[in-house]
């Protein structure tokens, strides 16, 4: 059983678009993050929610939508596509929020390949 | 403010080659630090930890020491494979922060290991 699943794997899509990105985790963990990994490998956390509540919200702009129906899904959906949001988006889960202990290891989904056209 | 540094790579190496992967950080206090591997084509994996000073990390025949006196965390393996080929991630937790906890990570250095 996949611990962290996101789909779709990859995702291409026109300028302007509206799209969005499914994870799940069934590890049970409290928290879940969304990450951004450009071309060069830089990874960026995006947002951050515990127990469906949002915890981290980094200087993302407000097409990024995130939606965690609960705690074992986060969805992240994007409006009004543009060149720049091309990136491999991950999913991610840890046990608790990284303010309470900071010794929790993430556990990573396989990534969604957005290409934008 | 925090940050970690990791030597850019690329990184090739032949088989059974010694790896050293340099990671340096910058904060406040002595924070947790992680190395993550990404494996093409895959999410990050955690590869090791440590979580103060003079601790030792190891995992797969990688290790890395907390050293608080250089701020580091380098990478190390006597002996790679081919199978070790991935991305590695050098990150930390910062202790401080405006209440915005997050794990940091480093921009990554690729590995290659030719047989």
């Known amino acids: 059983d996949t611990a962290v699943s996101q789909t779709p794997k990859y995702l291409v899509t026109q300028m302007g678009n509206d799209k969005s990105i499914k994870c799940e985790q069934n590890l049970g963990h409290d928290t879940m993050y969304w990450y951004k990994q450009d071309s060069k490998k830089f990874l960026k956390i995006m947002f951050s929610y515990n127990n469906k509540e949002l915890i981290i919200n980094e200087t993302v702009p407000n097409r990024f939508s995130p939606k965690s129906p609960d705690k074992a899904h986060l969805n992240l959906h994007i409006n009004s596509l543009e060149l720049g949001d091309s990136a491999v988006y991950f999913c991610a889960s840890s046990q608790e929020s990284y303010g309470r202990q900071g010794t929790e290891k993430l556990f990573f989904g396989s990534g969604t390949q957005l290409s934008v056209l | 403010g925090d940050s970690v540094t990791q030597m850019e790579g690329p990184v090739t190496l032949s088989e059974e080659a010694f790896l050293t992967i340099n990671c340096t950080y910058t904060?406040?206090?002595?924070?947790?630090l992680f190395w993550y591997v990404q494996y093409p084509g895959e999410g990050l994996q955690l590869l090791l930890k440590?979580?103060?000073?003079?601790d030792k990390g190891s995992n797969k025949g990688f290790e890395a020491t907390y050293r608080k006196e250089t701020t580091s965390f380098h990478l190390e393996k006597g002996s790679v494979q081919v199978s070790d080929s991935a991305v590695y991630f050098c990150?930390?937790?910062?202790?401080?922060?405006?209440?915005?906890?997050?794990?940091?990570f480093g921009k990554g250095t690729k590995l290659s290991v030719i047989p």
């Open positions: 904060a406040t206090g002595y924070p947790s």
């Open positions: 440590a979580t103060k000073a003079d």
């Open positions: 990150a930390f937790f910062p202790l401080s922060g405006a209440g915005s906890y997050q794990l940091t």
